[in-house]
DNA sequence: TTGATACCAAACACCATGTTCGGTGCGATT
DNA sequence: AATCGCACCGAACATGGTGTTTGGTATCAA
């Protein structure tokens, strides 16, 4: 890939990035990015479509780190498929951590659902076991639903509480949730 | 409050709850609300500052009724502060169940904050002697975000599922969430 | 009957979005 | 070193939705 397109992609993820911190998505407009970036306008939309792509990719790229094939690599084992769900867990909420500044800006706002369904599209895949192994009258796809929204909110609410340790919202989330392990 | 008045109100009302049925409140605009309800645009604007002013005064009115004091004086006692927390939940369920046609568009979508805020804003009263009695490590703050936040998704999840009745939706959310009662 | 006020259509200013245009300069290939 | 391609640029534009203004009509209540 050309070196002037890494420069301006890079650029442009700064500046929103940047404009996040400050503000919500939804109050942030693409005059405001290419602004920050400074890069003219034609340029911001020969990169992305629309803000919302933009967003999208954004969130694809937090997702590829947070739940990247070293979560289950870096340790000898498949998370999801035995039961060191408090370890797993303990490790998302980790990486997800790097990104803290922004995630207000959004999770806030009318952005949350580009962020959250791609979320809990992730959730569902690394919970499907533990559901899966719950015997309940419930039916399994409310019980997918309920862990998932469970630990996407229980990320929403530490965006508001961000003094808390990974292994503290570890423990909260095991607490109220004794349905895994 | 004059007749004309309280009819164009309703034929807003009116309008707007039909086309929330057909597709999702961030695809509704104000020029088709006014259309269907065939009003002026200047007569939309002298009942309600915005769109999302419309959709908020819905909201409460669907609260108002929701949570109405006959909640609490139809029964001879007080829900929220003696243990009949799920005759409360199933109580709501029904109530809720009425709006059920439109419910969708204002919970896709862009606009569930506006929903969702003011809904989990009543639940915390509805929960909060529940969350007070819980003796446990987790912030009190946290546990009553968990309890609200569950419910309110179990809502959600009851509008993608709508053939169950209240009493079963009542009974997976207290099978699922074990801290109440 | 009269005064107030709710209503109306039409036009408007505004703002953000996404596109189109003609032109500039970097960067790689020969 | 010459050249071709393409990333970039600013400026202008079309689009679509919002909320306001204007001047006039119809209804209600006294």
Redesign the interface.
């Known amino acids: 890939m050309d070196r002037r397109q890494r420069k301006t992609r890079k650029a442009i993820y700064d500046a929103f990035t940047g404009l996040l911190k400050k503000r919500p998505y939804a109050r942030i407009t693409v005059q405001d990015i290419i602004d920050a970036a400074d890069v003219g306008r034609t340029t911001f939309y020969a990169h992305f479509e629309t803000k919302d792509d933009l967003l999208t990719t954004l969130c694809a790229e937090i997702f590829d780190h947070v739940f990247s094939e070293d979560l289950r690599k870096e340790k000898t084992h498949d998370f999801s498929s035995e039961h060191n769900t408090g370890a797993m867990i303990t490790h998302v909420l980790y990486h997800l951590q790097e990104h803290m500044e922004y995630l207000p800006g959004i999770l806030s ?2 952005s ?2 580009i962020f959250m369904d791609s979320f809990k599209e992730h959730l569902r895949g690394l919970f499907s076991h533990a559901a899966a192994a719950v015997d ?4 399994r ?3 997918m ?2 862990m998932v ?2 630990f996407a ?2 990320v929403r ?1 530490w965006t508001r ?1 961000p003094s808390y340790s990974p292994e503290e919202i570890s ?2 989330f095991l ?2 949730t ?2 895994l392990d």
Chains 1, 2 share one sequence.
């Open positions: 706002g009318q949350d659902e309940s009258p419930v039916p796809d409310y019980m639903n309920h929204c469970d909110e229980t609410w509480h423990s909260f607490q109220t004794p349905l």
